[in-house]
């Protein structure tokens, strides 16, 4: 049985790594025989060595850091936040009803008008793109929390009753593992949108980071340069959202398992 789920892992990343080089191969052939101006789309092999350029001085490291530390600070403090928030109104019995009006309306407020009034009011520093990558991620994070808590079995519920279990036993050995699998879909989603709320303050108004190189690149028509950005913030992306799973597997497995 391991061997035969094994065998079907290496062929579907055979596959899915196949399918990839069948598609940059086509756009490299659509690049190189000006079906498509360059302009347009860059070739691969164009996109490469553009990464390989900003790899090569070294420039490219100092923005990625700062990038990557204002999704860390914000996406933590909206991981926090939401993950208390959601537990707060769903367990304290007269806080959903009470807090849902706000919510949903804090919710329906679309984003990006507000990131015009958050540079007002924080200025156009890091606190700045911490606060977007916030907004981005906060609200998946506290719906999601939510939503997996209701999802707890009443029989759960009444087993640790019966076994006298305390408030936070129960929260910590019923509720928790029970909106795990919820919880972390929450925590993927939000991860991929958090990021690209970084990238997008950036863009708006920043010296530093990935977003800033995008803008100066695409403001130049370099447009080898902007695919090689896209594509770095995508593997940084897919990168930060293995790690959520591993996370996932690991804590979400232990709690089962216990």
Not at 88 to 103: D, G, M, N, T
Not at 108 to 124: D, E, N, Q, R, S
Not at 176 to 204: D, Q
């Amino acid at each position: 049985m391991k061997a035969r789920k094994a065998k079907n892992k290496k062929m579907i990343w055979a596959g899915q790594t196949g399918l990839l080089l069948v598609i940059l191969g086509i756009c490299e052939l659509l690049v190189r025989t000006e079906t498509i101006s360059s302009l347009y789309l860059p070739a691969p092999s164009q996109v490469f060595r553009e990464l390989f350029k900003l790899f090569g001085d070294g420039e490219i490291w100092r923005h990625l850091y700062v990038t990557l530390a204002e999704f860390a600070v914000g996406y933590g403090l909206a991981a926090f936040g939401g993950l208390a928030v959601g537990m707060a109104l769903v367990l304290i019995p007269w806080a959903e009803q009470f807090f849902r009006p706000y919510l949903s309306a804090l919710m329906a407020i679309p984003k990006v008008t507000i990131v015009p009034l958050l540079a007002l009011w924080l200025g156009i520093g890091i606190t700045h793109k911490i606060s977007i990558v916030f907004l981005f991620c906060f609200f998946t994070i506290t719906v999601n929390t939510m939503t997996g808590i209701k999802q707890t079995a009443d029989n759960h519920l009444k087993v640790a009753k019966v076994f006298e279990a305390t408030r936070y036993q129960t929260i910590m050995k019923v509720i928790l593992p029970s909106a795990a699998p919820t919880i972390f879909a929450g925590l993927r989603l939000s991860a991929a949108t958090g990021l690209v709320g970084a990238l997008f303050g950036e863009m708006l108004a920043s010296k530093d980071g990935l977003g800033n190189i995008l803008v100066k690149a695409t403001s130049l028509y370099n447009t080898a340069q902007a695919f090689a950005i896209v594509a770095l913030v995508t593997v940084v992306s897919v990168l930060i959202i293995a790690l959520i799973d591993w996370l996932e597997r690991s804590v979400f497995l232990k709690w089962k398992s216990s």
